[in-house]
């Protein structure tokens, strides 16, 4: 299994490719290459907001199902710059499908805590069946606390719980600091 993103060349023959639909994401599974994400395109579960800016570093398991960070286009229905980024996720099954978002809740693994942006990339990713899996990435926080934190996405079909890893300002395990 294979994912990368790549950028294609601007040109006003046609096919027409402009600056609002140039970069692209395609995986290969060992039948071919396919398009998994385009800028300018709908993105799944984002209210019909369009991709704007997509990953550099994609994460893929072993299985073949790939998890990333893009932007949405602001001014794209629903899409304000305090919720212009998120994670998307194949892991679970049934196709590509929104995991967070920018401004999402991630109770109840911090209670009255928001999404306020997130680090580069997925940190981890893991299919441990066609319908379940789990990914771990940084987030930074807002509302009840402003801390960085490492959240896992546990994934059951299209059932996505969050739970803590780790959290700035607490102990780290095995120390007492």
Known sequence: NLVFPAHLLITNDPPVVTVDN???????????????????????GAGGA???????IPAIT????????????????TVTGTSD??????????GLKLLLREGDSIAPA?????VSYFGSGAFATATLSPTT??????????????????????I??????????????SPAPGTTE
């Open 22 to 44: 140039f970069q692209g994401l395609w995986k290969d599974d060992g039948s071919g290459l396919k398009l998994i994400a385009r800028s300018g395109s709908p993105a799944p």
């Open 50 to 56: 369009l991709w704007d800016i997509l990953p550099m």
């Open 62 to 77: 072993d299985s073949g199902d790939v998890t990333f960070f893009a932007s949405l286009r602001v001014g794209s229905p």
């Open 85 to 94: 980024t998120a994670l998307w996720t194949q892991i679970g099954g049934g």
């Open 110 to 114: 911090i209670s009255g805590a928001n």
């Open 133 to 154: 899996g789990t990914a771990a990435y940084p987030v930074n926080l807002t509302g009840s606390t402003t801390d960085s934190a490492i959240i896992r996405s546990n």
């Open 156 to 169: 059951n079909g299209s059932t996505i719980t969050h739970t803590l890893v780790a959290r700035e300002n």
